[in-house]
Nanobody, 115 residues
Framework: QVQLVESGGGLVQAGGSLRLSCLAS????????MAWYRQSPGKQRQLVAT???????TYADSAKGRFAISRDNAKNTVYLQISSLKPEDTAVYYC?????????WGQGTQVTVSS
């Protein structure tokens, strides 16, 4: 069974940085399109960034400039580097793996940014 395990969340002050990690079971991280989503309280889950198996990346408009997605296929891990954190970045961040109609989700990691 495929598992995605996120880590790296926590409480950070505004202006700080975090690097989230998503460890994928097997080698799916090298084959699937990987993505990070986030969900703030009372809001729908939103796409933050994607990276495909050719390392092509896309970002939501709100994530451009401060977020960077990357992958290390040897470690089956996808990262999300977030800089200049803002209180509005507070959310649960979810890792997603997709290949065609097949999709998997992690359990999420909480990021809380204090002002």
């Amino acid at each position: 069974q495929v598992q995605l395990v996120e880590s790296g969340g926590g409480l950070v002050q505004a202006g700080g940085s975090l690097r989230l990690s998503c460890l994928a079971s097997g080698s799916i991280a090298s084959v699937f399109t990987m993505a990070w989503y986030r969900q703030s309280p009372g809001k729908q889950r939103q796409l933050v960034a994607t990276i495909d198996n050719n390392n092509n990346t896309t970002y939501a408009d709100s994530a451009k400039g401060r977020f960077a997605i990357s992958r290390d296929n040897a470690k089956n891990t996808v990262y999300l580097q977030i800089s200049s954190l803002k209180p509005e970045d507070t959310a649960v961040y979810y890792c997603n793996a997709r290949l065609g109609l097949i999709t998997f989700w992690g359990q999420g990691t909480q990021v809380t940014v204090s002002s």
